[in-house]
């Protein structure tokens, strides 16, 4: 029996061929640019200037709480790629590149007032947290800076945690001109970025982003908030920050299981909607696990165009930006169901995801060499491609009965359809295949 039908939304844009480079030659010098994104490749004398093209079509428009400031040349020559989000008057670059902690100048550009509050956690501000007051108060005496440590954990993004932020912020007598940045991976962007929503009604928000997973992903696009017990994420706002930026250098301190975590996210773009990014991970995935720095800065700014591509175009989730999601819907049943934490978000993605194609699958939209394709990327990156076996059939469709894709009733997924690149975010599919899908991947009750 077929599920009632809905808007079925072909993922548009695919993006421009590319022409696949090996690790050897990679080097940022040469210019991609897509119709909603523009990026920016090193050295650049003047950040700010995007191509004719991007420019006639969405204009960068510099954020109106930024102070418009050029950065020095030799803050410019330290960033190896900018990727603009474009959304007007909310439109914000992604620094990426080794070293930026290092260069005040990025940072302090994007800083609104005199009073800067940074959110992070017991494990990051050993790491991090001198640096990046360094570099917010360095030749800057005018800014204040205050820090707020959270315990660490996903477990902990949750309203308790949260008002730990505001009771800092009250107390520090931090007014609607201040910054908040978010220091950490992205249980702390979605956690500070909430806050930064919420905060007298909205503050200046910057994020510093040090997982791969926040760095490929939760750091773009605005998406904020916290947990509820029963769902994942169920709480938040729609918020974009200033300005991310991305220190490729933090990833050296990641754990191994951090770092697969976020090339779940890295595989998911090139499933969703660009096939040569997904053949190139395919040539690259042990460069990526060995931390090849060529290969992580390459991955990070093909998946901050893709992500950038569709926030640009759909930014508060009318359908397009939906398809981010593949493998979420059973990934966050997931995670609620074995309790926040025990698995990593993108561990229980990779299993949602193998889900997804599955059950693309038997509804005959892919072939077999998809599937097969999809298992052995996810084996190499050593991440999951089934669920813990605790998952029961009931425990699946209990959260996906709170999942936030559901309308009148009805579940809308993510598919794989057609060629490898191609998907659909769709309610109308044939309701017999999820049920098999459920369970094929759990215990029957
Ligand atoms: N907003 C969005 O669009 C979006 C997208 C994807 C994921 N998310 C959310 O992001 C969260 C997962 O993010 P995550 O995977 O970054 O998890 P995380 O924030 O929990 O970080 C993972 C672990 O790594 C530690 N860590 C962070 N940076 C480190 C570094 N440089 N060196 C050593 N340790 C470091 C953290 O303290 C933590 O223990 C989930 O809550 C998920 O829902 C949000
Ligand atoms: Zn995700």
Redesign the pocket.
């Known amino acids: 029996m077929a599920g009632s039908s809905s808007s079925s939304i072909q993922s548009p844009l695919r993006s421009p061929p590319r022409i696949s480079r090996g690790l050897r030659t990679l080097s940022f010098s040469s210019f991609s640019r897509t119709r909603a994104i523009s990026v920016r490749s090193a050295p650049v004398g003047r950040i700010g200037i995007c191509c004719a093209l991007s420019d006639q079509i969405l204009p960068r428009i510099a954020s109106s709480s930024a102070p418009v400031m050029e950065p020095t040349r030799e803050a410019a020559s330290r960033v190896s790629t900018v990727v603009d989000v474009n959304l007007g008057d909310r439109s914000y670059p992604i620094y990426i590149g080794p070293g930026l902690l290092d260069v005040p100048d990025l940072l302090q550009r994007h800083v609104v007032g005199k009073r800067v509050l940074v959110v992070t956690?017991t494990?990051?501000a050993p790491?991090?947290l001198e640096r990046v007051v360094e570099a917010l108060t360095h030749g800057n005496s005018n800014v204040s800076v205050e820090s707020v440590i959270l315990p660490?954990?996903?477990k902990y993004?949750n309203m308790e945690t949260l008002m730990k932020v505001f009771d800092k912020a009250i107390e520090s007598r931090m007014d609607r001109r201040c910054t908040f940045v978010a220091l950490?991976?992205?249980?702390?962007?979605?956690m500070c970025?909430f806050a930064a929503a919420t905060y007298v009604r909205g503050v200046n928000f910057i994020q510093i982003?040090?997982?791969l997973?926040?760095q490929v992903?939760?750091s773009?696009?605005g998406?904020?908030?916290i947990?509820h017990p029963l769902a994942?994420?169920m709480i938040g706002a729609f918020y974009q920050p200033q300005c991310v930026l991305v220190d490729t250098d933090?990833?050296n301190?990641?754990?191994d299981r951090?770092l697969a975590?976020?090339i779940a996210?890295v595989i998911k773009y090139g499933l969703i909607r660009d096939a040569e990014f997904f053949e190139w991970q395919e040539k690259n995935m042990e460069a990526l696990l060995a931390r090849d720095s060529s290969a992580l800065a390459y991955a990070i700014k093909r998946s901050c165009e893709n992500k950038a591509e569709v926030v640009s175009l759909d930014e508060k989730e009318s359908g397009l930006r939906a398809t981010l999601n593949l493998g979420h819907t059973f990934g966050h049943a997931i995670e609620a169901g074995f309790g926040y934490g025990q698995w990593?978000?993108?561990e229980a993605v990779a299993a949602g995801m193998v889900m997804a194609v599955d059950m693309s699958h038997r509804l005959g939209w892919i072939d077999d060499t998809i599937v097969e394709r999809v298992h052995n990327i996810l084996r190499r990156a050593k991440l999951p491609i089934s669920p813990p076996e605790m998952m029961t059939v009931e425990l699946f469709k209990t959260a996906i009965a709170v999942d936030k894709k559901v309308a009148d009733g009805l579940l809308r997924l993510i598919l794989l359809k057609g060629p490898l690149g191609g998907c659909v975010f769709t309610g109308n599919y044939d309701r017999k295949a999820l049920d098999e899908t459920l369970l094929a991947f759990s215990k029957s009750r």
């Open positions: 956690n494990t990051i790491l991090y660490d954990g996903e993004k950490g991976g992205g249980v702390i962007g979605d970025g982003p040090t997982t997973m926040a992903d939760s773009v696009g998406k904020t908030g947990n994942k994420n933090t990833l301190t990641l754990p951090e975590s976020g996210e990593l978000h993108g």
